[in-house]
């Protein structure tokens, strides 16, 4: 069953997330409002291949006092001021029901993709990319294998108005001994939709989305890129596996392969929008490295990048999204055809 798209475009409805349960309120008349907001400055300036005064960059000095060796390609290391800690005490700090708190441990990464200060994926060449996922892959699998640790939270924040602080392509892994929020509630979605199904949630929905293909951005022998019917941020995106396979560590070298070649075909679509380094929050949600069966799940990257109109408009969660609930005006489908153009420059 498919939807009337020309409805879907016209007038003002909700669409349900079935990962998180929650809605988001699509107003795609509100395009047509004039824009007045702020308008910022575009900042472009151009990298060198190595800076001395980075952090990441190969044989250079960390903030934490450790020099980086002279890598050729990927380097990981423990993040030297890292949110978690593997020897938290495990006390109980509740201090009744509504003062409640727990401890919590854990180790954090960080993974510079190239020695390169200058580039970031879509700039990257296939083999790079191929290896930070092939690293990815390395670390989820080192991380199975510590008994405290839960889940593997594989992300990226690219671009100074992510937070990002330094621009040398490189990621974090957060290993943490609970299961996160928002991962538990995808969680719980997932396995409430293969009991009633018999099949994972999110392959059923990539089916339908490659039916209609209003939604389908790019797809490779394995992958596709949509953006998702439920997207809340402008130019949401998701990287989903065509088969079933709910964590990196089942990918096979073509799976790999695939994998980073529809990352950074979408990345190259992000900066062919509005001529500039699109920056986003990226990361992966996949089954949590815990003894039990997680057949429900099904691995996937989501992309939140917060451009809106053009390279200085951006979209913030304000007024009614932080009282109420989310809301978008460009609708999904827009979106989609938006990112389809740009892999056709």
């Not at 990621?171 to 299961?179: E, F, G, L, V, Y």
């Not at 392959?203 to 439920?230: G, K």
């Not at 992000?270 to 990226?282: L, M, Q, S």
């Amino acid at each position: 069953m498919s939807h009337d798209v020309n409805v879907l475009v016209k007038h003002p409805h909700r669409r349900l997330n079935p990962l998180t349960g929650e809605w988001v309120l699509v107003s795609p008349h509100r395009t047509q409002r004039p824009w007045q907001g702020i308008q910022e400055e575009i900042v472009q300036s151009a990298r060198p291949p190595y800076d001395s005064n980075c952090y990441l960059c190969p044989g250079n000095r960390r903030s934490g006092g450790q020099q980086n060796p002279d890598y050729a390609d990927t380097f990981v290391f423990t993040n030297d001021f890292p949110a978690l800690l593997p020897d938290t005490p495990a006390d109980s700090l509740a201090a009744g029901p509504l003062f409640q708190a727990e401890a919590e441990s854990g180790i954090c990464k960080v993974i510079c993709f190239s020695p390169r200060h200058d580039l970031s994926v879509p700039q990257m060449t296939m083999a790079a990319v191929t290896r930070v996922v092939e690293v990815w892959k390395d670390e989820y699998e080192q991380f199975q294998r510590i008994p405290d640790i839960g889940y593997v939270q594989i992300f990226e924040n690219k671009g100074a108005i992510m937070g990002c602080s330094n621009p040398h392509p490189h990621c974090q892994i957060w290993a943490s001994s609970s299961i996160p929020p928002i991962v538990a509630l995808e969680q719980r979605n997932q396995c409430k939709y293969m009991e009633s199904s018999g099949n994972p949630m999110l392959l059923d929905y990539l089916e339908r989305e490659l039916e209609q293909e209003v939604r389908l951005v790019y797809r490779n022998a394995h992958f596709a890129v949509v953006v998702p019917f439920w997207a809340v941020w402008p130019f949401e995106a998701m990287i989903l596996p065509s088969q079933h396979c709910p964590s990196i560590d089942r990918f096979s070298r073509e799976q790999i392969r695939c994998f980073a070649d529809a990352y950074r075909e979408l990345t190259r679509a992000y900066d062919r929008v509005f001529d500039c380094e699109f920056p986003y929050t990226a990361g992966i949600h996949q089954a949590p490295t815990t003894a039990e069966s997680h057949e429900h799940w099904q691995f996937h990257m989501h992309f939140y990048p917060p451009l809106l109109r053009s390279a200085i408009v951006r979209k913030f969660m304000v007024g009614y999204e932080m009282l109420a609930g989310a809301q978008r005006d460009i609708t999904p489908e827009s979106a989609a055809e938006i990112l389809r153009r740009a892999l056709e420059q």
